[in-house]
């Protein structure tokens, strides 16, 4: 089936899909393009990044660095209705409510994101929202379990900062590394220092503080002398 379609930003370079399949096993899109031109705004330093795309792709991806380059990292956000949406895809999808975020990630997120390469908070979003709070947590967790912990706290106005939403899942590895090579000068810390509070999600399945990324979070909270909120419970003993 014939499945061309046009990127907004990109008029002349017109689309053809076929299915392709990811190292995660699930299908996807891979698109083909009949012409692309290199983008002047990166640098040649991403150019491994791309060596294994389609030409397409890499004009998708590009397409989306650009975009997430004028979309300052504190506004990678999202607010209580997008996770109440999240929390019903999920449901949907028929998925086991333990499901952690690296299943959420590959059967949800990615394939809602893959045609656009945005994170999925800037494709809810489109020109972003600013993070009232910093969230950290667990990718052992269960992402319902953790959503409800986040409800549960009746911040009614407030925008989450949740690093599986507020980055691109669908980059190539290369090029999310590079995006977060530099903890201190990562969107991670980036968005918490203009964030309000720090949420800590614990949760019945993993130690938060297996994961380094918590640990480095919580050290530049005591830096940046962020406030710290705690929500969700403890593992069992």
């Not at 299915?19 to 991403?46: C, I």
């Not at 989306?64 to 949406?85: F, N, S, T, Y």
């Not at 979070?217 to 830096?223: C, D, I, R």
């Amino acid at each position: 089936q014939d499945m061309s379609f046009q990127l907004a930003a990109q008029d002349d370079v017109k689309l053809y899909v076929r299915p392709y399949r990811m190292s995660g096993g699930h299908q996807f899109f891979e698109e083909w393009s009949v012409s692309a031109e290199n983008d002047p705004r990166l640098t040649k330093s991403w150019s491994k990044a791309f060596e294994q795309l389609s030409i397409t792709r890499k004009a998708v991806v590009r397409n989306a660095m650009c975009r997430l380059a004028r979309i300052p990292p504190v506004e990678w956000a999202v607010g209580i209705a997008d996770l109440h949406e999240l929390h019903k895809t999920i449901k949907a999808k028929k998925m086991d409510y333990r499901a952690t975020a690296h299943e959420v990630v590959d059967q949800v997120i990615c394939q809602a994101t893959f045609k656009t390469a945005y994170p999925w908070a800037i494709q809810r979003t489109r020109n972003g929202k600013k993070a009232t709070h910093f969230v950290s947590h667990s990718w052992a967790e269960s992402v319902m379990e953790f959503i409800e912990a986040l409800i549960k706290l009746n911040l009614a106005d407030a925008a989450f900062w949740i690093c599986f939403l507020a980055l691109p899942q669908t980059w190539p590895s290369e090029a999310l590394g590079r995006l977060l090579a530099t903890p201190f000068q990562s969107p991670f810390y980036v968005a918490l220092k203009d964030c309000r509070e720090m949420v800590v999600v614990r949760n019945t399945q993993a130690n938060v503080y297996d994961r380094l990324w918590c640990t480095f979070e919580l050290l530049a909270a005591v830096m940046l002398e962020t406030d710290v909120v705690v929500a969700g419970e403890m593992p069992a003993l």
